[in-house]
């Protein structure tokens, strides 16, 4: 019995260690998902586009002596104004809806009554030197009616002439009121538009 029980055993044995060769049993793994790799494409860089730059409104060619002279030509034949006066030229403000070269109409009003025979203009130098002793700006161009007699009081000047360019840019209007010094009263004015 004792052989018996070994044959069992060992039969048990060797059955138990092989298999057939339809059953082999290996152990299962997970698999990880496989994704699909995509080539890597070459990188080319694509230049921004041009940056626009907005053009800048074009300047207006403004014939500032054309739109001057016919108004100092009236201002020059006002009653009541006496030959020899002294005269205070401000400087014109621009009180448009846009920009303007009113220096270049400061100018021009300059030229226009240099060789009147009824007004002397305080010149510039005499002007910027008593803005300075005023304590204003040299640049002051003397925005507020009460500062420009003023100042014409301290360079001894009868009259004042205030210009100012108004309305649309496109189309403006230059208007022009010339005052006594002493009260302030305007004794002439004039409008006009500007020739371009």
Not at 78 to 90: E, M, T
Not at 169 to 192: A, R
Request: charged letters at 15%; one cysteine or more.
């Amino acid at each position: 019995m004792k052989k018996y029980f070994l044959m069992v055993a060992f039969a048990a044995l060797i059955l138990g260690g092989c298999t057939l060769p339809n059953q082999q049993q290996q152990p299962e793994q997970p698999t990880a998902p496989v994704t699909p790799v995509e080539p890597e494409k070459p990188q080319t860089e694509v230049p921004p586009p041009p940056e626009t730059v907005p053009q800048p409104p074009k300047e207006q060619t403004i014939n500032w002596k054309a739109s001057v002279q016919p108004m100092v030509a009236k201002m020059l034949q006002a009653d009541g104004v006496q030959a020899g006066s002294v005269l205070l030229l401000d400087s014109v403000k621009n009180s448009t809806n846009g920009s303007l070269p009113v220096g270049n109409a400061t100018a021009a009003l300059h030229d226009a009554l240099a060789t009147n025979n009824k007004f002397q203009v305080v010149p510039d130098t005499q002007l910027a030197s008593a803005k300075q002793a005023l304590g204003l700006s040299v640049d002051d161009s003397l925005g507020s009616r009460s500062k420009a007699i003023g100042l014409a009081r301290y360079v001894n000047a009868q009259y004042v002439l205030y210009s100012t360019v108004t309305g649309d840019v496109k189309s403006p209007t230059l208007k022009m009121q010339m005052m006594t010094v002493p009260s302030g009263e305007i004794v002439w004015s004039g409008n006009g538009a500007v020739q371009h």
